[in-house]
């Protein structure tokens, strides 16, 4: 499967940006999808998952009630919402898939797209 993250761009501090995961290649229930973010200095960071239905979400205590993850199986394609940007949300955002339900742990994932930039200025 491919997978393809756009969305990214240069935002203030209490703003928001959506970013999107087209995948293809493969069937898109398939697959549950991940978000993870990586800053300079930083391990890859874990934000959230959503299952293969798309019934199912779970998220990083440090974005839960600021990020939405949702997909949209029509589109193939998943987002995630992003409100409140803080500067310390600046990073590189990946979108990755795998057959495993919510699977959290970057290394686990099969599947991943390129990154998109997120740059939250203060």
């Known amino acids: 499967v491919q997978l393809q993250a756009s969305g990214g761009g240069l935002v203030q501090a209490g703003g928001s940006l959506r970013l999107s995961c087209a995948t293809s290649?493969?069937?898109?229930?398939?697959?549950?999808k991940g978000w993870f973010r990586h800053a300079p200095g930083k391990e890859r960071e874990f934000l959230a998952a959503?299952?293969?239905?798309?019934?199912?979400?779970y998220y990083a205590d440090s974005v839960k009630g600021r990020f939405t993850i949702s997909g949209d199986n029509a589109k193939n394609t998943v987002y995630l919402q992003m409100n409140s940007l803080k500067p310390e949300d600046t990073a590189v955002y990946y979108c990755?898939?795998?057959?495993?339900?919510?699977?959290?742990?970057?290394?686990?994932?099969?599947?991943w797209g390129q990154g998109t930039q997120v740059t939250v200025s203060s």
């Open positions: 990755a898939a795998d057959h495993r339900e919510l699977v959290t742990v970057a290394d686990e994932y099969d599947y």
């Open positions: 290649g493969r069937t898109f229930s398939e697959f549950s």
């Open positions: 959503i299952s293969w239905t798309g019934t199912s979400t």
